[in-house]
């Protein structure tokens, strides 16, 4: 399968902790993104990384949170001192870019649900 | 505030008819839009998208509306068959033309239910 993968498909955990999220992209995909989604909500941007460079971070994006994309390839999302209002679906996506414009469709993985108890 | 906007919750089809799905945007800087599919437990899927320069795009079953003038899109299916049960996202982008054509704007979604 060469979609977007993610991992791990379920976490679980209680109020207080960190929790790291793995996210590898379609592999010749340049572009790679993070959202989440809420119950009733459609997916909110979260960040988004040129190869290795993270070029964009939302408002939604605390400091508690933080995305890295080492080499350019998989990405990983941290949240630290996780809280109950962290629990959601978080979902990656993987596009390429044309220098000259255009639009790229974004391809998701299954995400990654999160509940902070 | 909403830049995107799905107001239907929930849509019912018989198999078979055509269905429609309708968003609409506030944002006049949006020139790309999109709509996705979403099984439960899955990610969203791409299915058609359509540039602020056409007004109609098709692609087999699915057909893409745009009306810049009203800030509306629809998506129509025609003709529906149950495997196309699923909640149904529109999405919009900015910078098509050149430059940050990178962030998609989601509306919350539309159930639709296409009954044998």
């Known amino acids: 399968d060469t979609g977007v993968s993610q991992d791990p498909r379920h976490k679980i955990t209680k109020r207080g902790q960190n929790v790291t999220f793995r996210c590898d992209p379609i592999?010749?995909?340049?572009?790679l993104y993070w959202y989440r989604q809420t119950l009733g909500q459609g997916p909110e941007f979260l960040t988004y990384?040129?190869?290795?460079?993270?070029?964009?971070k939302s408002r939604l994006l605390s400091d508690r949170f933080s995305a890295e994309r080492p080499k350019g390839s998989f990405s990983t999302l941290e949240i630290q001192r996780t809280e109950q209002g962290d629990s959601a679906m978080y979902l990656c996506?993987?596009?390429?870019?044309?220098?000259?414009?255009?639009?790229?469709?974004?391809?998701f993985g299954p995400g990654t649900r999160l509940t902070v108890l | 505030d909403q830049q995107v906007k799905q107001n239907s919750p929930s849509l019912s089809v018989q198999e078979g008819r055509i269905s429609i799905l309708n968003c609409d945007y506030t944002?006049?800087?949006?020139?790309?839009f999109l709509w996705y599919k979403k099984y439960p437990a899955e990610g969203p899927t791409f299915l058609i998208s359509?540039?602020?320069?056409?007004d109609k795009n098709e692609d087999g079953r699915f057909t893409v509306f745009l009306n810049k003038s009203a800030k509306h899109l629809s998506l129509h299916i025609v003709p529906s068959q149950p495997g196309d049960s699923a909640v149904y996202f529109c999405?919009?982008?900015?910078?098509?033309?050149?430059?940050?054509?990178?962030?998609?704007?989601f509306g919350k979604g539309t159930l639709l239910t296409v009954n044998p």
């Open positions: 996506a993987s596009s390429l870019t044309f220098t000259s414009g255009g639009y790229n469709e974004q391809f």
């Open positions: 592999s010749e995909h340049n572009r």
């Open positions: 990384f040129q190869n290795e460079a993270q070029l964009e």
């Open positions: 944002n006049s800087m949006f020139d790309y």
């Open positions: 359509i540039s602020s320069i056409k």
């Open positions: 999405a919009a982008s900015a910078g098509y033309s050149g430059g940050s054509n990178y962030k998609l704007t």
